[in-house]
């Protein structure tokens, strides 16, 4: 096992200049160093395809980088390794945590696939691959053989096992802004105090233990995996039941990984959408590192991609409020709540109910409720603070 200060020792003596990625919990350690400012720059990334490509301009531009991410996003990363890496013989090195390897644990079935097919879709691109596990070999002794490599301008992939990487950097305390922010159970319990009848989706990760643990219900959808298409799936089952009101429970982190959603939502223009982004500033589920927005505008954002409201809100009372405007008036809305990082993390849903239980009731309570005419788009959009 290596420690999380050699891990970055390493990268630096072996001359990488730049880290990018999505957070995964088997780097939590090395990652909480980055987020500090030790070792490489490091730039979160908003999806593992991003990064790819922010690696990629880093080599090109002479610097060489190296790229953290988990298997689940691999697919993220097809695309621009076929089109861009390859071709283009940009060389590259990219560490990929083996969620779900040798076999998915119980309750997260979202990592059983990819945990069985990365090897084999690297091996079907040419592309060469090690594996660092806790017994070895030296993450150093690695890097040495990728060398070469890099040097005939290919790209080189370390599979990372759990275990390989010990989660031994101190961890800080949350960083929370001056004043009383929201938390998570906080802002889920007043999404169920004003939702009424609605439909609720939460995204992958903590919000969905939370909307599990104070409030189950056939009505809701907990995601797990897929992160950031929790807002398209809500779209679609949206535009699919006009007749029924359905309230999206995001991440800002998951909202960054896909973000051309909401252009896709303003457009679509569902009056029956409501979409609260909990804006905490971390991926919490990870370990709590940086989603590298936080200079970025969500309410802002939604407006400009078409949604008919949008508020801001800092307290539990003004996104109470804005629920309830949102829920009278139609949307597509968006409610931005800036909330705490941090919180327990709350019982796995899927370690209660199956996940194709969790899709099947789903599917049950909207049965009574088939559409009639499409939605039309809503006008005159406004915001406020």
């Known amino acids: ?10 990268l630096e003596a072996h001359d990488y200049g730049l880290v990018t990625g999505v957070p995964c919990s088997y780097f939590a350690g090395p990652l909480r160093l980055l987020d500090r400012g030790e070792g490489p720059r490091y730039i979160p990334a908003v999806n593992e395809g991003s990064a790819i490509a922010i690696a990629a301009g880093a080599q090109l531009g002479g610097r060489p980088s190296m790229v953290l991410a988990q298997n ?37 079935p979202q990592h059983y696939w990819m945990g069985r097919v990365v090897p084999d879709w690297l091996d079907s691109l040419g592309i060469p691959h090690w594996m660092l596990t806790a017994d070895g070999p030296s993450l150093n002794q690695v890097l040495r053989e990728t060398r070469p490599v890099l040097e005939e301008g290919r790209p080189a992939v370390v599979l990372v096992a759990k275990g390989a990487i010990a989660n031994d950097a101190p961890t800080d305390p949350p960083t929370v802004p001056p004043g009383h922010r929201p938390t998570r159970d906080e802002v889920v319990s007043a999404v169920l105090a004003e939702a009424g009848d609605a439909h609720l989706l939460s995204t992958t990760g903590y919000l969905s233990r939370s909307l599990f643990n104070l409030g189950d219900s056939s009505r809701n959808f907990y995601m797990q995996g897929s992160m950031g298409h929790v807002s398209g799936i809500a779209l679609g089952a949206a535009l699919a039941n006009p007749a029924r009101r359905f309230v999206v429970l995001d991440g800002d982190g998951a909202v960054l990984m896909h973000m051309g959603s909401l252009a896709t939502i303003g457009d679509a223009a569902p009056a029956n959408l409501t979409h609260v982004v909990f804006e905490n500033g971390v991926y919490d589920s990870t370990g709590g590192q940086l989603t590298g927005g936080r200079r970025t505008d969500f309410a802002a954002a939604a ?9 801001r809100a800092d307290s539990i009372d003004e996104l109470r409020k804005a629920l309830r405007t949102a829920l009278t008036d139609g949307g597509p809305s968006a409610v931005v709540v800036r909330g705490a990082p941090g919180g327990a993390a709350g019982e796995r849903a899927s370690s209660n109910v199956s996940v194709q239980e969790i899709g099947d009731r789903f599917i049950k309570s909207l049965e009574a409720h088939r559409p009639t005419t499409p939605d039309r788009r809503p006008t005159s959009p406004r915001t406020s603070a």
């Open 303 to 311: 407006l400009a991609c078409g949604y008919r409201n949008a508020w």
């Open 1 to 10: 096992m290596i420690t999380s200060r050699a891990m970055l020792d390493a």
């Open 72 to 108: 689940s996003g691999f697919g993220n990363m097809i695309n621009p390794l076929t089109s861009l890496v390859l071709p283009y013989r940009i060389p590259m090195t990219v560490m990929v945590s083996m969620r779900g390897w040798p076999t998915a644990d119980a309750g997260e």
